[in-house]
C-alpha cells in the first residue's frame, strides 16, 4: 500500500517560516520526481514546487513562490520537505505531495497523493 503522509503544517505570523514533511512508504522512493501542491477553500489546486529523483536536483517552482520556498528530498528517509519563508496570508492552503512516475521535473501526471497538512498564515 502506497502512503505518503504529510506533517509540519501550522499556523504561522506573516513573514515566518514553516518546513513541511511528506514520508512516502510503499513505494521505491528514489525513482519517483516528487511536487507539492496547494488548494485553498473554494479553489482549485495549484502546483507548487517538484523535484526531479536525485537529492539536489532539478527543481521547479511556481511563480508565487520563488526565493521564499525551497523543496528538497532525502532518498535516505524516503522523505520530500518543503521549507517555506516569509510566508503570506495567500499561502494559506491545505498542502499536499505527490508522486510521479513520470520523467523530468514536470511530469503530465502524479501516481500518489497524501491527504494533505493545513497551513495557516496570519496577517
Known amino acids: 500500500q502506497v502512503q505518503l503522509v504529510e506533517s509540519g503544517g501550522g499556523l504561522v505570523q506573516a513573514g515566518g517560516s514553516l518546513r513541511l514533511s511528506c514520508a512516502a512508504s510503499?513505494?521505491?522512493?528514489?525513482?519517483?520526481?516528487m511536487g507539492w501542491f496547494r488548494q485553498a477553500p473554494g479553489k482549485e489546486r495549484e502546483f507548487v514546487a517538484a523535484?526531479?529523483?536525485?537529492?539536489?536536483?532539478?527543481?521547479d517552482y511556481v511563480d508565487s513562490v520563488k526565493g521564499r520556498f525551497t523543496i528538497s528530498r532525502d532518498n535516505a528517509k524516503n522523505t520530500v520537505y518543503l521549507q517555506m519563508n516569509s510566508l503570506k496570508p495567500e499561502d494559506t492552503a491545505v498542502y499536499y505531495c505527490?508522486?510521479?512516475?513520470?520523467?523530468?521535473?514536470?511530469?503530465?501526471?502524479?501516481?500518489?497523493w497524501g491527504q494533505g497538512t493545513q497551513v495557516t498564515v496570519s496577517s
Open positions: 510503499g513505494l521505491t522512493f528514489s525513482t519517483y520526481t
Open positions: 505527490a508522486a510521479s512516475r513520470y520523467i523530468g521535473v514536470r511530469p503530465s501526471k502524479y501516481n500518489y
Open positions: 523535484i526531479t529523483v536525485w537529492s539536489g536536483g532539478n527543481t
